[in-house]
């Protein structure tokens, strides 16, 4: 009886909460709301919000008729979707002082605790321009420059792993981005299979994917059930969050710690955080000092564990699927590096700015993967845009989808052409992707210098050592994606045998030589 009574109260509730929500999300405006597919009462357009693969392209459909922005709500959350280029550089770069926030996570920002642990939740505040002053001294060029040979002998530890097992070369992709932003940034060489930090980031990964997963939390709806009771009867959630906290707090600490206690004792590796932990007297930092440069450097590993290092490995994995779908642009990128590079070494960080075809692989892998496919901010205070009305506290997406396959942008969008990238006496280049890859205004990756040379190092040495073609027997693998929090290829296979026995040689000598 209890139990029905307490079920019954329940639903009452809620169905309060969702009356309240829609009266609220009516409330009068100066201006109309973005156009979108009509509602329904009381679920708003819950019926009509796309999920799994086709997401970002439906929106982008709506796009279509709706116009440049489109709205939709739910349960009193409010959406807008920007469709186009222009419309995302009017109001997130021209406008970044506005839409600087980050839309409510109840579960993942306030529960787990990431709105105070992790820069990509932070609001606009004191704390956050701290932690993105540290951010990007390290993200600077000439650190990035600095830290080259660690970053190149992680590229060609993950090289050997394609060729020792080059059928699972994509669990090593992700696991050897966590490897190389361990070693930048605290200094921490570490295996990727068993080593405990990178089970521990890798773990905070899939807590947090779960924590943000649209629809998964009631509390996210409904922001009062954060005060619920871990005991009271649908209170799980609670605990799980609990769980979730402490696994995030550790990887905030640990690494950090051990940083700290190598400081003290003197035998501190050079990294970011080693090298930031001493002040101009070369006095160890404490109180708020060494609070914000922990979650400067957290933030960092974390962002890059959550975003950096699942884009990478899209990226990484949508380029070796695309070199196996195209082998004359492969052909083509090798020839490049080896007039520019030569026979007797691998590419490096240097050479970026000499192999101006590479660069184009690496633009149009972003473009085609769309990996980042939809870039949610927020912001406290309505704005007015083509006199449509965006409404304080929406969560206002990029759908990065739609611009990357936009062919008024991108003629024929569909195909795989390095080249759109390149300007020639009868062809203009096409609109750079990395305007678009790596987010907008205030809120831009702060690791988008660390992604790029990853990526280049990366795709480089794969090129210069590798010929990538489809597996006897199998055919050429279609180019189909999966779209999650972040857009990735399906499973595929390829085939990945050296070049020659030298570049072989090349590869185990580096690793061998490296300090």
Not at 192 to 197: A, E, H, R, V, W
Not at 263 to 268: C, L, N, Y
Request: proline share 7%; net charge neutral.
């Amino acid at each position: 009886m209890f139990a029905t009574l307490s079920t019954l109260a329940t639903v009452c509730t809620l169905a309060l909460v969702v009356v309240i929500s829609n009266v609220i999300g009516k409330r009068t405006r100066n201006k109309p709301l973005p156009p979108g597919p009509k509602p329904i009462w009381p679920i708003g357009n819950l019926h009509q919000i796309p999920w799994g693969n086709s997401t970002a392209e439906v929106y982008g459909q709506w796009g279509k008729i709706y116009g440049p922005l489109v709205y939709f709500r739910t349960f009193g959350r409010e959406f807008v979707v920007i469709n186009t280029l222009k419309a995302a550089l009017d109001l997130f770069e021209k406008r970044s002082h506005l839409y600087a926030t980050k839309p409510r996570l109840v579960m993942a920002g306030e529960l787990v605790g990431k709105d105070k642990s992790s820069l990509v939740f932070f609001k606009y505040n004191s704390l956050w321009k701290d932690c993105r002053r540290i951010t990007h001294s390290w993200m600077a060029k000439p650190s990035i420059q600095g830290s080259g040979p660690s970053l190149e002998l992680n590229a060609d530890k993950l090289l050997l792993t394609f060729l020792e097992t080059p059928q699972e070369f994509a669990q090593y992709i992700r696991s050897y981005t966590a490897t190389a932003l361990l070693s930048v940034l605290y200094g921490i060489e570490c295996s990727t299979k068993d080593d405990p930090l990178i089970k521990l980031s890798e773990r905070v990964s899939l807590l947090t994917s779960e924590a943000m997963r649209p629809g998964r939390w009631l509390c996210d709806s409904f922001p009062w059930m954060a005060y619920v009771p871990s005991w009271f009867p649908g209170g799980y959630f609670k605990c799980w969050a609990m769980e979730a906290r402490r696994a995030s707090d550790d990887l905030l600490h640990i690494p950090y710690e051990r940083v700290k206690a190598s400081v003290i004792e003197g035998r501190a590796k050079k990294s970011w955080v080693a090298d930031s932990m001493l002040d101009e007297t070369g006095q160890l930092i404490d109180g708020e000092d060494s609070h914000t440069l922990m979650i400067s450097a957290g933030s960092l590993y974390a962002a890059g564990i959550d975003t950096a290092s699942i884009m990478t490995a899209s990226a990484l994995r949508t380029f070796l699927l695309v070199m196996t779908r195209h082998p004359e642009i492969q052909k083509k990128a090798q020839e490049e590096i080896d007039s520019v590079v030569g026979k007797d070494r691998l590419p490096t960080l240097s050479d970026r700015d000499s192999l101006p075809y590479v660069e184009c692989v690496i633009k149009e892998v972003l473009r085609f993967a769309a990996v980042a496919a939809l870039m949610p901010h927020s912001l406290d205070e309505d704005d007015i845009y083509n006199g449509y009305t965006i409404p304080k506290g929406a969560w206002v997406m990029v759908n990065a989808w739609s611009i990357f396959y936009d062919p008024a942008l991108y003629p024929e969008p569909r195909e795989f052409r390095p080249e759109r990238f390149l300007s020639t006496g009868d062809h203009e280049a096409e609109t750079d992707p990395y305007t678009v890859a790596f987010g907008f205004g205030r809120r831009a990756c702060a690791g988008t210098p660390f992604v790029q040379a990853w990526l280049f190092l990366n795709m480089a040495r794969v090129l210069s050592v590798f010929n990538i073609s489809p597996v006897t027997g199998k055919g050429i693998p279609p180019a189909n994606f999966v779209m999650r929090h972040i857009r990735i290829p399906a499973e595929f296979e390829c085939s990945m045998v050296p070049r020659s026995t030298e570049k072989v040689k090349l590869l185990h000598h580096d690793v061998l030589a490296a300090p």
